[in-house]
Every structure is written in C-alpha cells, then in structure tokens.
C-alpha cells in the first residue's frame, strides 16, 4: 500500500491539474462547435453558399447561407426567399434539435407540383441568446411603458430559468441590416427580381412575428 503522503501527493497533483484539464476540455468543446457550425449544410435538393460572418454596422455579424436550386441559371431570373433562423432551414443532422424545415424540398415539391416561380432561399442565421431581441417587434415593444418593458427583460425566462430577452430589443436594426445591407448584396450577386412582388420574407415562431413586422416597416420592399 502507498503511504498516506502518497496519496496526498497524488491528491495535490491531481488538483494543481485540474484547471488545466478543464481549459483542455473547454477548447476541444469549443472546437467541436466550430466545427458543427462551420460545416456547409447539405439539402436534398440545389446546394448551398456559405457565407461566414457577414459583417454588419448593424447588428452583430452571422452566417448566411443561400439556396439555389439545382438547375439555377444567371441568364434567368428568381424570386428571394429571406428566411430566418437560417441555421434551421435544411440540415436535420446539424441543428441543435436535429430537426429542420427542409424549405429545399419544399420549393421543389411547389415547383413540381403547384407551379411556384423560381426562386432562391437567404436562411440568415440568428443572433443565438439575442434572438428574442432581434425577433421582436421593437416599435410595439417600445410602445409598452418602461416599467412593464423593464418587468418583461428580468422575468422573462425559459424553462431552464436562462433569460429569454438578454439585451434591450433591436429589431429595427436587425431589419436594416437585412434591408440596407444583405438584400443589396444578393440582388448584386444573383440574378434576382429585386422588385416587391419577388422579394418575400418568413419565418416560424418568433421568425413569424419578425417577418410580419418586416412586411409592416417596409411594404415597399416585400411582397
């Protein structure tokens, strides 16, 4: 058997490790995430354009992927599709719920089977814990009087008891960002409509109520 000094030793050992053994494992968790994040998402139908860390004066920068179907053609030319949570819209195996939309599918089953016109889908990814406070209408929201407004961002919480808004609401921003920024930048880079009739905007849940505020704040550019 060891002496008790030993063991102690070992002990003493073991804990002088134990940070660096957690920065360890932090940075392989950490890695890992990139990694999940970083991988292009794989539809069944058309591929996909990554663009990493678009950067905003607007709001924080996030990835932005753009579907195009499979025989896309610059000498035609397409609706837009913006769609929120973008992370969410193709890949089952790379969402945190292992759950999608498969908006792919679902643009070539209209396709085929309604006739919907030719179009490209932009799946701007969210804000990750500022989510609710891009999704949110921030006119209604600021219309509220502060001590309500106040009452919402500390009591509003997941079942988890993590905080729902984070930080003060800024969908006006994140809507000028896709408005001034992103949509001058597909119609540049795609053979797009850029007219209202051709430019749509969607999403689910709290991607739901921001597009219907989209529609609200700029009729004049979706249709």
């Not at 990814?125 to 989510?131: L, T, V």
């Not at 961002?153 to 609401?169: A, D, E, F």
């Not at 896709?178 to 949509?183: A, N």
Request: aromatic share 14%; charged share 25%.
């Amino acid at each position: 058997m060891k002496p008790i000094v030993d063991h102690l030793n070992d002990f003493i050992w073991k804990k002088k490790q134990l940070p660096r053994i957690q920065a360890i494992l932090f940075m392989v968790l950490s890695m890992r995430c990139m990694d999940v994040n970083a991988q292009i998402h794989k539809p069944i139908y058309g591929k996909i354009v990554r663009y990493n860390n678009f950067a905003s004066k607007f709001v924080p920068a996030r990835n932005v992927d753009v579907w195009i179907p499979d025989d896309y053609n610059n000498r035609k030319k397409y609706a837009v599709m913006y769609m929120h949570d973008g992370e969410m819209l193709f890949d089952s195996s790379l969402t945190w719920n292992k759950q999608s939309w498969h908006a792919d599918r679902a643009v070539y089953e209209l396709r085929q089977k309604k006739g919907m016109k030719d179009c490209i889908i932009v799946g701007i990814w969210n804000g990750g814990k500022n989510r609710h406070a891009e999704y949110c209408p921030q006119k209604p929201f600021e219309s509220l009087s502060k001590p309500f407004r106040d009452s919402l961002i500390l009591y509003s919480k997941r079942s988890n008891g993590t905080q729902i808004l984070t930080t003060n609401v800024y969908s006006d921003d994140y809507l000028k960002f896709i408005v001034k920024e992103l949509k001058p930048f597909i119609d540049s880079n795609y053979s797009t409509h850029p007219d209202r009739k051709n430019t749509f905007i969607s999403g689910s849940s709290m991607g739901g109520l921001i597009s219907i505020y989209a529609i609200c704040e700029y009729p004049e550019i979706f249709g």
